[in-house]
């Protein structure tokens, strides 16, 4: 026989029985911070749990008191009231006693407050800037070869619109992750472009504000190959949640033939500048283009958000002068982001035809890339 | 012209008198709690499941933003004032506040305050979206035009505050009955002097942070703009010197009730008056010099970092008296739990707990990993809801049948606690695995890593939800059918304010009473 407490808790076990076996999620309850995989991260979650033990001790010893003295000296057990109060030696122990375990925290946290702190000497320096709403990633090269790219989300939006089934790493994946090398001290230089965002790798124990006006240090030493996921940590606008971080710690070659394919790439779209593409090109890649980096506010079906982000469809710089159309894309403007550093000219004159032609804007007319690079010289 | 208050609704409109004024203060900040609540509800009701289902991200961000402003600005510390408008004068002896025109004044401001907030959910592009800390720039470039009917409503908010403590402070200094020695006034009353002067200190400065806010949007200048040699960490350290020592504004009122409710209870004199005191004031000290821990990840010199963090976790120890203190006035009394005391027990337990994992947050390198995680949103709102409201609401039952002379279903305000205190646990509990686990605050969608605990905050807090209708409703049937009750109330009540009769009369204490 189950006891009275248990049968009055049956609904709520079933409720719960059948909703999350449903959602298939079933067997996660993660309880701790993990270790990580670098010397800092296992150090801050060492800190963490001896932190967490003292307050434990603590905790045992005030309320077993308090649970006591609940328990016995209660009116109905007959309890006389004592009238005692103020004892010094008391009053002495408990101030002195806190102050000792504070000095025993402190000591290894300054330690590693050291040892974050602690930026010199970098194999490695990438440079980390927050944009609304996703990261980019500049590899510093001393022969000025940079390579520089993008990461935006890749979840696609029917998972989020519970469409699809969701991916295990659903909302913590991305198109272009960030590669480092394993057993290198890897610097990063944090920063923004428009509000305040925040890069944070768990598994690396690093989170670093990213700043507006602050270029901020962070390093990381990963010990152990793999991918590392993280998150925007500080509000950042209506799409903080969807711009995760995702680091690949890689062995040395793979990661030094991960960057001769990046500045390839580099080199083939520099190439790509110069030629001269179909309509039907420009608009397809137009498409892809504006589904990855306009959707998310003019809306997939370019109508916007009545008083919050105008509509594409029939907006009067999608069907007025192609100049004004492009130098909003490069430049934005009037809440909206400058895209001309995160796209490339291709990208900017596929996507400035497609919104020209799509969602009922019948303007008939196509920009090559070379129109948008002759707009970014002569501006 | 007889004694007693005017009819209809000029007695409310133009009264002066302290028990008026404070129970309108605690009818208005009700409202709040009940309006905060359902924007809390909202946001739970979307996190019950990951993928977007009920509202969209910005819409979610204008309620994380209304929900802090609301709670903080609308319920906690408009009840802190009601209860020190009926309460200090009664405790102190003196026949009504100091400056009781302003009194009405610095209430009759906030609904307006209030009314206009809540208007900026109907304007063209939406609430503040920019979290209750509305971090500049996106407060300002980034910002919906409501932002400017936001800086005004905080603007009247603080001048109400401000008012509202020089009152306080004016009445406690000069309107003590002959013999009412500082050290002999209760210490709710101390606690209140103490948090006035912090409003008073740093009110100034969140009307400072605003205007230099509203500079910017429309005045051209560059505060917070870096493209204009502004600084967005300016932003952060003005808004924290305020902001820190508003969380002790928050909780030193709810120290002093539960300095008034557990010697009732346990029947037992408070264990270190003095020393209870003194701590007070040192928390009220240190509050001022622990702001930018709060900042432990935007980049501060190790220096900076590592001062904030010993500042920090020296206010441990002050705290750890005033714990120790309850704990040992219990020890060897002769208890009873009404449910004022069930709420004033549950409020040291689980402010003990979010007093812990605020000495975790203290540790500067741990910081790096809570930080803006869920693991902060457990620990804040383990400290403000069975610290401040929790403390609140065992002030009403404790002191209500005072008020209306009436006394509160014993049974239905236990069945109030418990399931308020089951929701408040089942609610915030998990966040602290949830925030452990990664997941960062204020997002509206999440990894199904984190979707177990996140449907359990949400089935708490619904319950949570519930359990404060149960509140309305055994408050409003207290006040019509309530049994009467008697001049002292609880067997083991001490101080002036047990000495009249219940109701309390409309004027107390005209000549003022003797205090030996």
Redesign the interface.
């Known amino acids: 026989m189950l006891g009275k407490s248990k049968r009055l808790l049956l609904p709520l076990y079933a409720l719960l029985a059948v909703i999350m076996p449903a959602a298939g999620w079933a067997s996660e309850w993660p309880l701790n911070m993990t270790e990580g995989v670098t010397s800092v991260s296992r150090e801050i979650h060492g800190l963490h749990m001896q932190i967490f033990w003292w307050c434990v001790i603590i905790g045992v010893v005030v309320f077993g008191v308090m649970f006591y003295t609940m328990f016995v000296h209660r009116k109905s057990r007959g309890a006389k009231p004592a009238h005692f109060h103020e004892n010094v030696t008391l009053e002495l122990i408990w101030t002195i006693i806190p102050v000792i375990i504070l000095v025993i925290m402190a000591v290894p946290a300054t330690k590693t407050l050291v040892h974050i702190y602690d930026t010199d000497d970098a194999d490695l320096d990438i440079l980390v800037t927050g944009y609304q709403w996703k990261w980019k990633y500049d590899y510093l090269d001393d022969n000025g070869e940079n390579v520089t790219f993008f990461s935006l989300l890749s979840t696609p939006p029917s998972q989020i619109a519970n469409t699809e089934e969701k991916s295990e790493h659903y909302l913590l994946e991305v198109d272009e992750p960030v590669y480092i090398p394993v057993g290198k001290k890897v610097r990063f230089l944090v920063t923004a472009a428009d509000v305040i965002h925040s890069w944070w790798v768990p598994a690396l124990g690093v989170k670093r504000d990213a700043i507006p006006g602050y270029i901020h240090e962070a390093w990381t030493k990963v010990e152990v190959p793999g991918v590392y996921r993280g998150q925007c940590t500080e509000l950042c606008g209506k799409d903080h949640g969807f711009m995760p971080v995702v680091v690949h710690a890689v062995e040395q070659a793979e990661y030094d033939a991960w960057l001769e394919g990046k500045r390839e790439k580099a080199r083939a779209i520099a190439e790509a500048v110069k030629q001269t593409l179909t309509f039907q090109q420009l608009y397809e890649q137009g498409e892809a283009v504006y589904g990855k980096n306009c959707a998310s506010c003019h809306q997939a079906d370019g109508k916007g958000v009545a008083g919050v982000f105008p509509a594409i469809a029939g907006s009067k710089i999608a069907t007025g002068p192609v100049r004004e159309h492009i130098n909003r894309v490069v430049n934005g403007g009037v809440g909206m982001p400058p895209f001309g550093e995160q796209l490339s000219p291709v990208d900017i004159a596929a996507v400035v035809t497609f919104q020209r032609n799509a969602f009922g804007n019948n303007m008939g007319d196509q920009i090559q890339p070379i129109d948008v690079v002759n707009f970014k010289q002569g501006q | 012209m007889a004694h007693g208050p005017a009819h209809g609704l000029s007695r409310w409109l133009f009264t002066t008198n302290h028990k008026d004024i404070g129970t309108m203060y605690m009818w208005f900040s009700f409202a709040m709690f009940f309006l905060g609540g359902i924007f809390a509800l909202i946001i739970r009701a979307e996190l019950f ?5 009920i509202v ?3 819409f979610f ?1 204008q309620m994380t933003t209304m929900h802090g402003l609301v709670m903080v600005f609308g319920a906690v510390m408009p009840a802190f004032v009601g209860l020190a408008n009926w309460m200090v004068p009664m405790m102190i002896g003196a026949p009504d506040m100091a400056l009781p025109r302003m009194n009405n004044l610095s209430f009759w401001i906030l609904p307006f305050a209030f009314a206009m907030l809540a208007s900026t959910l109907f304007m ?3 609430a503040p ?3 209750w800390t509305f ?1 500049a ?2 407060s300002t ?2 910002a ?1 035009p409501s932002v400017t009917f936001f800086i005004f409503a905080i603007h009247i908010m603080g001048a109400s505050s401000i008012m509202g403590a020089i009152n306080i402070i004016a009445t406690i200094l000069n309107m003590r009955a002959p013999g009412m020695t500082l050290m002999k006034m209760p210490l709710f009353v101390w606690t209140w002097l103490i948090t006035a002067y912090l409003l008073i200190a740093v009110m100034p400065v969140l009307a400072g942070v605003v205007t230099m806010m509203l500079m910017d949007i429309h005045f051209g200048t560059s505060f917070f703009n ?2 204009g040699g ?4 300016l932003f952060q350290h003005v808004f924290w010197f305020f902001g820190h020592p508003e969380v002790y504004i928050m909780i030193l009122p709810a120290f002093g009730v539960v300095s008034a409710i557990i010697p009732t209870f ?10 209870m005191v003194y701590a007070t004031a040192s928390i009220a000290i240190l509050s001022f010099m622990v702001w930018a821990h709060h900042m432990f ?3 501060m010199p ?1 220096i900076g ?2 001062v904030f ?2 500042a920090t ?2 206010i ?2 002050p705290t ?2 005033k ?2 203190n309850w ?2 006035t ?8 009404e449910t004022p005391m069930l709420f004033s ?1 549950a409020f ?2 689980l402010f ?2 979010g007093g ?1 994992s605020g ?2 947050l203290a ?4 910081d ?2 809570y ?3 869920y693991f902060v949103v457990a620990h804040f709102h383990y400290v403000l809801v069975p610290g401040a409201i929790f403390s609140i609401t065992a002030a009403v039952y404790y002191w209500l049948p005072k008020w209306c002379g009436r006394m509160y279903d014993e049974t239905l305000g236990k069945t109030h606690f418990w399931l308020a205190f089951i929701g408040l646990n089942l609610t915030f509990f998990p966040m602290h ?2 925030g ?3 997941m ?14 996140n ?1 359990l905050s949400s089935i708490g807090s619904f319950l949570f939800g519930a359990a404060q209708v149960l509140f309305l409703y055994i408050v409003i049937r207290a006040i019509v059918s309530g049994r009467k009750a008697t001049d002292r109330v609880w067997e083991g009540s001490h101080g002036l304010e047990w000495t009249v009769p219940s109701p309390a009369p409309y004027h107390t204490f005209t000549t003022p009473p003797k205090v030996d």
């Open positions: 499941e990951p993928g977007l289902q969209e991200p910005n961000n063209q592009g939406g979206n920019f979290g971090y720039p996106l470039t980034y919906p870096a493209a502004g600084d967005p960490v346990a029947r037992k004199p408070l264990f270190g008056y003095s020393s990840t935007v980049g190790f970092e590592w963090m010993i976790m020296a441990a120890v750890g008296v714990v120790f704990v040992t219990m020890y060897k009394g002769s208890m009873t739990f027990i040291v337990i003990t707990i812990f000495l975790m540790i500067a390198p741990a790096f990993q930080h803006d995680t695995f949830s452990l686990a990664g960062p605050r204020r997002i509206p969608d999440y990894n199904p890593l984190f979707a177990n605990w449907m």
